[in-house]
């Protein structure tokens, strides 16, 4: 069972535009939140993550939203420019060994 | 920076040959983990470690086996590979303490069984 459920699977935007990428999830005990960035050819590399206690983190043009009371939380990517093109991957976990993944969201951003 | 080194970037095996992945960190990180991605599934974990000698089955550790002689070092193996072993594997190492949440990948193995 998928214990972190990501959406959309795949994603088309204009450059400029905002990019938004969904995920949720079951286990109340989780208490980590981090989204993974992935290029083709390279590994996953950690690009912004959120603990509960916040409903908002922000990072340059990323913006993590994350509301507690529906177990939900998504990526935010503001003017979204063609060099943002990865996959992007939720993910959720009580401690670094039982980090559960989103199944991956592939980002094209077309000039 | 933190670097995980896989030097392999592709693999081809046929079935029924072992297997043995690599994986190399050279930021003294204490944890080190190895994950399959497979498209629509994500990554999901096959086994990790959080010291030298010491293993923890992960999601999916059936067909696999680790081994972690050194701390720097943590190899995958496959002692008879299968078809449905056909994957991307990635390795990933993480410190102890209040940073042990953040992984850091190496780029991969694509492993094709044939």
């Known amino acids: 069972q998928q214990q972190v459920k990501q959406s959309p699977q795949s994603l088309i935007v204009q450059k400029g535009g905002i990019s938004i990428i969904n995920c949720a999830y079951e286990n109340t005990a989780f208490d980590y939140f981090p989204w993974y960035q992935q290029f083709p050819g390279k590994g996953p590399a950690l690009l912004i993550a959120?603990?509960?206690?916040?409903s908002e983190k922000k990072e340059g043009r990323f913006t993590i939203s994350f509301n507690k009371s529906a177990k939900q939380f998504s990526l935010h990517i503001m003017d979204s420019q063609p060099g943002d093109s990865a996959t992007y991957f939720c993910?959720?976990?009580?401690?670094?060994?039982?980090?559960?993944f989103g199944t991956g969201t592939r980002l094209t951003v077309i000039p | 920076d933190v670097k995980v080194t896989q030097s392999l970037r592709y693999l081809v095996k046929r079935t029924g040959e072992k297997v043995f992945l690599e994986c190399v960190q050279d930021?003294?990180?204490?944890?080190m983990f190895w994950y399959r991605q497979d498209p629509g599934l994500g990554l999901r974990l096959i086994y990790f470690?959080?010291?030298?000698?010491?293993?923890e089955k992960g999601d999916i550790p059936e067909g696999y086996s680790v081994s972690r002689e050194k701390k720097e070092r943590f190899s995958l193996i496959l002692e008879s590979a299968s078809t449905n072993q056909t994957s991307m594997y990635l390795c990933?190492?993480?410190?102890?303490?209040?940073?042990?949440?953040?992984?850091?990948f190496g780029s991969g193995t694509q492993l094709s069984v044939l």
């Open positions: 993910a959720a976990t009580t401690g670094a060994n039982n980090l559960f």
């Open positions: 930021m003294d990180h204490e944890n």
């Open positions: 470690s959080y010291d030298v000698k010491m293993k």
């Open positions: 990933a190492s993480s410190p102890t303490g209040m940073e042990n949440e953040k992984l850091f």
């Open positions: 959120i603990r509960p206690d916040v």
